[in-house]
């Protein structure tokens, strides 16, 4: 199909000049549907219409007029009768031809509408030339040009000459800027430099030797430049040169390849990013790196800005303008690498010859909202579709990733050792079981943990607290009848914010003033529970009052900037104590920090998803690896309830192969990714009764179609459920869930089509499909 698209382009200059050719656009809209539809496209619209521009076109109830995107083209007149569209919105193609095959594959794959995913690979900012400005410009004619022309001359008898061949001085002064200029000026510009006003200009216009035209011009600032000290290329060690002498080939070569590079914390894989990177861009290509939104510091931008020349961002948290600025130069071929999240994976980029990703395991390359798509997974897809190597990197990789490099799909490269034979850091385990009580106070600090703390700020180290909650108080409870305040939309306990002095839910927003008595029975003891960094931050400042502690959280975090000025504070020694979320705990190198301090390991290990070991291995890793960066060397402490819990003692002693081994197994044993593919579905509603109803409906649809499948083949996908979902209600809703469960993603994906389109959705019933879940709550 992309084949014909192809072709159906090009041949529409050949045919144009035939009247009797009638040309057909293909568009789809931002709707959840899977198919195309097909418009006439009229006279007036043919030199502007192409694959890859916005179109306006009557669509829906009434024929309102809608932007879609124009996804082929053809001469061949469909069997009924189309309406025409009413416009092109687009000058540019928005998408290469790689992207447009990039997001028909994602529709296929995640189920959801080609135009659904249009729209979001788009950025706004490119959609509506945010920070472009039409500016008139100026050039001389050429043609007009071969007529020798009286410059030197400026006799004031000259000046009354309108003959053909003498112009007035003024006039010739600014043709002669023209000529030399070699391209247009922008006409304020011009005026300027030629010290004129616009009379001579128009009077040239006028006579033929100089003409106007109109252009779109950038105006946006790069925020995210800074004064980059070009870091000279690192002789590498012999596991560095290792992994180099493996990947050196295959850059060289090109074509599809996926490497998949295991290296522990510190062991320099940034190293071997910037040197593929440079023998890229030593091609005349172009690189795009994605990393997580987290790790976009300007530390990890700046280190790509030193060594690779000309780097364009590309991340949401920049403005429209800004955004839509460095989009359209990576459109325009003018970055030599792209930086960005997950986003980054659709840069317009036209010469990709690599794709990095960097802490590849993360999470938030997950989107949570449609297309509910994976930025790693869709990057190794578009590594395909332009055949290209791409490069996967990781202290803990995904047990997916994992799991790819065993079977020969991605070629492992490790690095098993931190360079410089710096040691990994020493984790020593703290079992709060056995922790006295403070001076009867619950602290949230152990002695074993305060005073390391002492040791490490004496000796002039600095110390990193992990507390993967934010707030003061996580519940607010009454002890006499055993009321927990929650959410009044939600069902989760509300978390006391101290500073706002708010009651504040972490899923929706909801806040609430806090209550001194019980709102059941009216008690006034209710008591604030449970420990977030807000109480953490009191409670440090408290113990340590010569010291300076801030706190990382996204409440502390809000304003733009603050992020990178904590952090630099950091690097600098202003701050001793660093206390956050996991905010902190990803990809920073401060060499200084000699002790990371967990307070909480065992905060995600409870909840009710089959990834929870795994995310709590990965951040006790992520979290150890800031520690013993430079030369004094570090040690880390974890609190725990559990410190037998697999999870917990395996990443203490580093040991990934080990996790992975026991981990593998539990997966396999419980039908679970990555051995399995997973589908999870989730019917909602404000009416709990209509939500419960069709999820019922639901699943006998889905087990009737598994039972006449599996007349045919062996019954591979399995349901599990209907069930409410680990939150029941959430922001109002009443949720309930199941999963499909399937060995290949070609058998769950057959059974999702068979059904889909025969769903009709009760009133006020919404129902949403997750392929690849992440979120199972
Ligand atoms: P990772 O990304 O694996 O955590 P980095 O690439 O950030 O590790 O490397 C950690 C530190 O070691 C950086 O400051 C980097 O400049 C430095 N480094 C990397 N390779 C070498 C090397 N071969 N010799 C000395 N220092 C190195
Ligand atoms: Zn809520």
Not at 243 to 272: D, M, R, Y
Not at 645 to 674: K, M, S
Request: a positive charge; proline letters at 6%; charged letters at 25%.
């Amino acid at each position: 199909m992309i084949q014909t698209m192809q072709r159906d382009l090009f041949s529409d200059e050949a045919v144009a000049s035939e009247q009797t050719a009638t040309q057909f656009a293909e568009v789809v809209f931002d709707r959840p549907l899977d198919h195309a539809f097909t418009y006439a496209v009229g006279a007036d619209l043919r030199d502007r219409i192409a694959v890859g521009k916005r179109v306006r076109a009557p669509f829906g109830r009434g024929d309102k007029a809608t932007v879609g995107y124009c996804v082929r083209l053809s001469e061949t007149p469909p069997a009924r009768q189309v309406k025409e569209l009413l416009g092109v919105v687009d000058d540019e193609v928005l998408l290469t031809e790689n992207l447009l095959r990039l997001t028909r594959w994602m529709a296929d794959y995640y189920l959801c509408g080609w135009g659904q995913v249009l729209n979001a690979v788009v950025p706004a900012g490119a959609r509506d030339k945010a920070g472009t400005r039409a500016l008139t410009f100026v050039e001389a004619v050429p043609e007009a040009g071969l007529k020798e022309l009286p410059t030197g001359e400026t006799s004031v008898a000259s000046q009354e000459t309108t003959g053909e061949t003498r112009i007035p001085p003024k006039q010739a002064a600014v043709l002669e800027l023209l000529r030399k200029a070699d391209k247009p000026i922008e006409q304020r510009q011009l005026m300027q430099q030629a010290r004129c006003g616009s009379g001579p200009i128009e009077a040239l216009v006028l006579k033929g030797l100089a003409r106007r035209v109109a252009r779109r011009v950038d105006r946006f600032v790069d925020s995210t430049h800074e004064e980059a000290a070009p870091a000279g290329p690192i002789t590498l060690n012999d596991d560095q040169l290792g992994v180099w002498n493996q990947l050196q080939p295959v850059l060289k070569q090109g074509g599809f390849h996926a490497f998949l590079l295991h290296g522990v914390t510190g062991s320099g894989k940034t190293e071997i990013y910037l040197r593929a990177i440079e023998e890229i861009i030593h091609q005349g290509k172009e690189a795009l790196v994605m990393v997580p939104e987290i790790s976009l510091t300007p530390q990890t931008i700046q280190r790509f800005r030193g060594r690779c020349g000309d780097v364009a961002v590309l991340h949401s948290h920049l403005g429209n303008a800004e955004r839509g600025g460095h989009w359209r130069r990576v459109a325009a071929g003018h970055a030599h690498v792209i930086v960005g999240a997950r986003s980054a994976v659709f840069a317009p980029a036209k010469r990709l010859g690599l794709i990095v990703i960097d802490e590849e395991h993360e999470n938030t390359f997950k989107q949570e909202t449609t297309p509910r798509y994976h930025g790693r997974d869709v990057a190794v897809m578009r590594a395909r579709l332009e055949n290209i190597p791409i490069l996967l990197g990781s202290a803990t990789p995904s047990l997916e990733s994992w799991h790819n490099a065993q079977r020969g799909q991605y070629t492992l490269l490790s690095l098993p050792q931190r360079v410089l034979d710096r040691p990994l850091p020493q984790v020593g385990l703290i079992d709060l079981r056995h922790e006295p009580p403070k001076r009867g106070r619950p602290s949230a600090i152990s002695d074993g943990l305060e005073h390391a703390m002492r040791q490490a700020l004496k000796d002039g180290g600095q110390v990193m607290l992990l507390l993967n909650r934010r707030g003061f108080s996580t519940h607010v409870h009454c002890p006499s009848c055993g009321h927990v305040e929650s959410c009044r939309f939600c069902d989760l306990a509300l978390t006391y914010h101290k500073e706002r002095d708010i009651l504040l839910c972490h899923y929706c927003g909801f806040e609430q003033e806090p209550q001194r008595n019980c709102p059941l029975c009216g008690q006034s003891a209710v008591r604030y529970q449970g420990l977030g960094t807000e109480k953490l931050q009191v409670e440090i400042e408290e113990r340590f009052p010569r010291q300076v502690v801030r706190r990382m959280d996204s409440d502390t975090m809000r304003k733009p900037g603050s992020h990178a000025r904590v952090l630099a504070a950091f690097r600098k020694g202003l701050i001793h104590i660093l206390l956050g979320t996991q905010m902190i705990a990803k990809g920073l190198d401060f060499p200084n920090v000699t002790l990371v301090g967990v307070v909480n390991a065992d905060m995600g290990l409870h909840v009710p998803d089959f990834r929870s070991s795994e995310r709590t291995f990965q951040l006790l890793s992520q979290v150890a690896g800031r520690a013993g960066r430079g030369p004094q060397g570090g040690r880390v402490l974890v609190q725990t309830f559990t410190p037998d819990h697999p999870c917990i003692a395996l990443a203490a002693t580093h040991d990934y192969a080990g996790f992975v081994a026991a981990e593998l197994a539990h997966r396999r044993q419980h039908n679970y990714p990555p051995y399995q593919r997973l589908a999870r579905l989730i019917v909602r509603s404000r009416d709990q009764q209509a939500a419960s109803a069709f999820a019922d409906q639901l699943a006998d649809i889905f087990q009737r179609t598994l039972q006449t499948l599996s007349a045919q083949t062996p019954p591979e996908v399995r349901m599990l459920g209907p069930a409410e979902a680990p939150v029941f209600r959430l922001k109002g809703y009443y949720r309930f869930h199941f999963q499909l469960q399937s060995p290949s993603a070609a058998l769950l994906h057959q059974v999702l089509r068979a059904v889909l389109p025969t769903l009709r959705m009760p009133a006020g019933v919404e129902f949403t499909l997750d392929v690849d879940p992440f979120n199972m709550l």
